[in-house]
């Protein structure tokens, strides 16, 4: 990323965290910055498309950190730890950034940025789940979607008061004492004789929430093609169906589906009952009648 790009990104999140992006306006970025408006248009066509960059600026910066604990070769417990150590340092060094955030993840805000923050959370989820069951065990599985949460709402507690209300903590003295307090949750949940709250499917309507349609019908095929792997049908008939799903993984990559090819493909999985729930809601998502 060019310099003065970043530096532009910098200036703006400074206001944008101060007055908010509805008041915030490009004369007050430039005069700020110290450039005209005709220089700033160089760099962003409009000060939406700035807001994009700035959470993608950010959101690269903290996945590329992640990516970086996740291939240490430690136990899942302590990625998890590791990981709670820097979201907080991350966020404590970027408080300006992550009071834009969440600030405008309440306004009305343009397509782009509310479909990359869903794709965010929606990522954030699924890392989540994956590091809770490595780091625990399977016997967790049916309380996996309450776990997620039930983390993900200590943290976000204390986020709120170090990060916004800025009592100081230690990001690692954080880290070991939240994963003291998972272990007494998975513990607690380990004995627990009640049923679980949030069960599979409350969990998948709140995260299809998430999805744009592309997505959906992605998962969906996805999740044809896991579902088939684990089924006992012909080598040849599985991979005439694997064909099928490669195809239609390549029309929902289209700028424009064309729905009638989907409401034709689909048949081929008609007869195997396995595969009935993730036909029905691709026709869902492109409003079409299976054949």
């Known amino acids: 990323?060019?310099?003065?790009r970043k530096e532009?990104?910098?200036?703006?999140?400074?206001?944008?965290?101060?007055?908010?992006?509805?008041?915030?306006?490009?004369?007050?970025?430039?005069?700020?910055?110290g450039?005209?408006?005709?220089?700033?248009?160089?760099?962003?066509?409009?000060?939406?498309?700035?807001?994009?960059?700035?959470?993608?600026?950010?959101n690269d910066k903290f996945n590329l950190k992640t990516d970086e604990i996740d291939a240490l070769n430690i136990s899942p417990r302590e990625k998890l730890q590791k990981r709670i150590y820097l979201q907080f340092k991350y966020f404590m060094r970027h408080r300006d950034f992550i009071v834009m955030y969440f600030r405008e993840q309440n306004q009305s805000i343009n397509e782009g940025l509310r479909n990359l923050m869903k794709e965010h959370t929606l990522n954030m989820l699924q890392k989540e789940e994956k590091l809770l069951v490595a780091s625990y065990g399977d016997s967790i599985q049916p309380y996996i979607n309450d776990l997620v949460l039930i983390c993900l709402g200590i943290r976000n507690s204390y986020m709120k008061i170090t990060v916004f209300d800025g009592i100081k903590l230690d990001p690692t003295e954080i880290s070991y004492f939240l994963m003291e307090r998972i272990d007494d949750v998975v513990a607690g949940i380990k004995r627990s004789s009640l049923d679980p709250l949030l069960t599979k499917s409350l969990f998948k309507?709140?995260?299809?929430?998430?999805?744009?349609?592309?997505?959906?019908?992605?998962?969906?095929?996805?999740?044809i093609k896991e579902t088939l792997e684990s089924l006992e049908i012909t080598p040849e008939k599985k991979?005439?169906?694997?064909?099928?799903?490669?195809?239609?993984?390549?029309?929902n990559n289209k700028t424009e589906v064309k729905k009638y090819i989907f409401q034709g493909m689909l048949a081929n999985f008609k007869p195997i009952k396995e595969l009935d729930s993730y036909r029905k809601e691709i026709a869902k998502v492109l409003e079409i009648e299976l054949l």
């Open 35 to 58: 450039i005209s408006k005709g220089a700033f248009y160089n760099y962003f066509s409009s000060k939406e498309e700035l807001l994009v960059d700035i959470f993608k600026y950010y």
């Open 205 to 223: 309507e709140y995260t299809n929430g998430l999805l744009s349609n592309q997505q959906k019908i992605l998962s969906n095929l996805l999740s």
């Open 8 to 33: 532009l990104i910098e200036t703006a999140i400074k206001l944008f965290a101060e007055k908010g992006f509805q008041s915030t306006s490009v004369q007050d970025i430039v005069s700020s910055y």
């Open 239 to 251: 991979e005439e169906l694997y064909n099928v799903i490669h195809y239609l993984i390549e029309e």
């Open 1 to 4: 990323m060019k310099q003065r």
